[in-house]
């Protein structure tokens, strides 16, 4: 069974660094593409960044781009979000997803799908805060 537990949220001044982790009960071909997703109040669920565990590529969303780092460690099947200058727009409720390999296509090539309607698997969420 798929499994995904998040933790690192917490609350920081503008220009605050912090590091989210999911850590992810089974690697299986279901869980190819991972990705982050955060939500505010009042706002849809939105994709920051997404990698595919078997090439690492990744995508970032245009706010977090230069900011945010998606990784992963498959030894310990583990995803990790670093996430530096931060600022209030930032502060939302993180989730780490997963799914088979949905891949979207862009000039660079082929990515894990941005869309959360494509991800399958979902953990409940960390806070993450940011003063100004």
């Known amino acids: 069974q798929v499994r995904l537990v998040e933790s690192g949220g917490d609350s920081v001044q503008t220009g605050g660094s912090l590091k989210l982790t999911c850590e992810l009960s089974i690697s299986t071909p279901r869980t190819v593409c991972m990705a982050w997703f955060r939500q505010s109040p009042g706002k849809e669920r939105e994709g920051v960044a997404t990698?595919?565990?078997?090439?690492?590529?990744?995508y970032y969303d245009d706010s977090v781009e230069g900011r945010f780092t998606i990784s992963q460690d498959p030894s310990k099947n583990t995803l990790y979000l670093q996430m530096d200058s931060l600022k209030p727009e930032d502060t939302a409720f993180y989730h780490c997803a997963a799914t088979p390999a949905r891949r979207r296509h862009r000039s660079s090539g082929f990515y894990c799908s941005e869309n959360r309607h494509d991800y399958d698997y979902w953990g409940q969420g960390t806070r993450v805060t940011v003063s100004s």
């Open positions: 990698i595919n565990r078997n090439d690492n590529v990744t």
